[in-house]
């Protein structure tokens, strides 16, 4: 695995705290899948269907969603960890 140092401007480098702290990954991570996003989209637009089979619509098409739908069951989590038995009632 390699290394590198990269220099951002740093208000860009807070959002992506903010984000990667919020996703619940760390900033290795997130720069991984950045990254790689990148180059799917990059690679995508290049070689056409050979990169986005038929099934892909179906079934890959939503993996983008993962780090939305992290967030999104960390606020229900949340919420529901708040919820007094006696609301219940």
Same mark, same amino acid.
């Given at each position: 695995?390699?290394k590198?140092?990269?220099?951002?401007?740093?208000?860009?480098?807070?959002q992506?705290k903010?984000?990667?702290a $919020? %996703?619940?990954?760390?900033?290795k991570q997130?720069?991984? /899948?950045a990254?790689?996003e990148?180059?799917r989209?990059?690679?995508g637009?290049d070689s056409?269907?050979e990169?986005?089979p038929?099934?892909? $619509?179906?079934?890959?098409?939503?993996? %983008?969603?993962k780090q /939305?739908?992290?967030?999104? $069951?960390?606020?229900i %989590?949340e919420e529901?960890? $708040?919820?007094d /038995? /006696? %609301?219940w009632?």
């Amino acid at each position: 695995m390699g290394k590198t140092t990269v220099e951002l401007p740093d208000p860009l480098l807070r959002q992506i705290k903010v984000a990667s702290a $919020q %996703d619940g990954i760390s900033l290795k991570q997130f720069f991984a /899948e950045a990254a790689r996003e990148r180059l799917r989209k990059r690679n995508g637009a290049d070689s056409g269907a050979e990169f986005n089979p038929p099934w892909m $619509q179906a079934f890959g098409g939503l993996r %983008d969603l993962k780090q /939305e739908t992290r967030r999104i $069951q960390k606020i229900i %989590d949340e919420e529901f960890g $708040q919820i007094d /038995e /006696e %609301d219940w009632r």
